[in-house]
């Protein structure tokens, strides 16, 4: 009888390690930065994220601040008559000095190149820039202790958007950013090709549908919707060892030891609207037409006080 409890034992005590799961970040990773433009910004895949990992790893206490800013390069490209010649686009480098020196992040993700061909097709000079810029930001990263991961940029959808050869250019700027994983030895995520094997998918059945309008990510050919957003998250998710997400249809899915998913995604896209903006405008930029952000130390007592609410979500 005492080797049949003994043996039942050791089954469950097998079975318990084997269902624990690794967590995606390093024990010494709290502060986690996401760098990019207006779709960074918009922000879903970082919500994703955070709910993920804090339904996942409740434990794990890691603070993923946004910093994205629309219509920002890393190129320092503008084109003429941008946003109807109010502004010039925003460069990264006036500011990413004050984001790691106030932010001190431990991991960064960087998405750069949506905007930083112009729009334009793919030109040798624009191009270097592109790369001069995403060489300069990993330096630059790098130099203040933090690990960088980049992204590819997203796919630019022309049926939608119109700039015809601007997706061939984001090709490039991908097929760039890749060759650096084994040139450079650099971390690198691919969301651009996941997008676009998605985008192509659709658009072939619904051409043997005879549907007229077609399947897209981004009604503007640029910014991708909640479905696109996914995409890029579980690209991330699945680099760093989620792999359980590769067949979930949203995060929502995910979210099985959340009492109410919606309302608990609702809660963490509240915090980090908050948070967003109080950063921005802490940090400074020179992107008008933005909203000011709250007093960086109000905003952590709000976020704090939503912390409770999503916390006492997790079953």
């Known amino acids: 009888m005492k080797k049949s409890v003994f043996f039942l034992f050791l089954i469950l005590l097998g079975s318990t390690a084997f269902a ?37 790893f409740p434990n794990q206490k890691i603070e993923f601040i946004n910093v994205g800013l629309p219509s920002e390069t890393v190129s320092g490209l503008s084109e003429d008559g941008h946003a109807d010649g109010r502004f010039p686009r925003p460069d990264l ?31 040798v000079v624009r191009f270097q820039k592109f790369k001069d810029g ?101 690209s991330i998710l699945m680099h760093l060892g989620a792999l359980d997400v590769a067949k979930a249809p949203t995060v929502q899915a995910t979210l099985t030891n959340i009492t109410e998913p919606e309302a608990f995604m609702k809660l963490v896209t509240q915090r980090q609207n908050i948070m967003k903006d109080a950063w921005l405008t802490s940090i400074g930029h020179r992107r008008p037409e933005m909203n000011k952000g709250l007093p ?12 409770v609410q999503i916390r006492a979500m997790i079953k």
């Open 20 to 56: 624990q799961v690794t967590p995606l970040f390093k024990p010494e990773v709290k502060k986690v930065l996401f760098l990019g433009n207006s779709i960074t910004y918009a922000g879903s895949y970082v919500n994703d994220i955070e709910a993920y990992c804090i339904a996942h």
């Open 134 to 234: 995403v060489q300069w930001l990993h330096d630059k990263v790098v130099a203040s202790g933090a690990q960088i991961i980049h992204l590819t940029p997203p796919i630019y959808d022309e049926a939608r958007g119109k700039k015809i050869g601007y997706a061939d250019v984001l090709d490039t700027y991908s097929d760039w950013l890749l060759s650096q994983v084994k040139k450079e030895k650099w971390e690198v995520i691919d969301v651009h090709y996941p997008m676009q094997r998605v985008l192509e998918a659709h658009r072939r059945l619904d051409q043997r549908l005879g549907i007229e309008s077609y399947f897209t990510l981004a009604n503007d050919g640029i910014h991708p919707g909640e479905a696109g957003h996914w995409i890029m998250a579980k």
């Open 296 to 307: 960086l130390e109000d905003a952590q007592v709000k976020a704090q006080e939503l912390e």
């Open 93 to 123: 480098h006036e500011r990413l000095s004050r984001v790691l020196a106030q932010t001190k992040p431990d991991l960064v993700f960087a998405s750069y190149g949506m905007n930083d061909g112009i729009y334009l097709p793919l030109d």
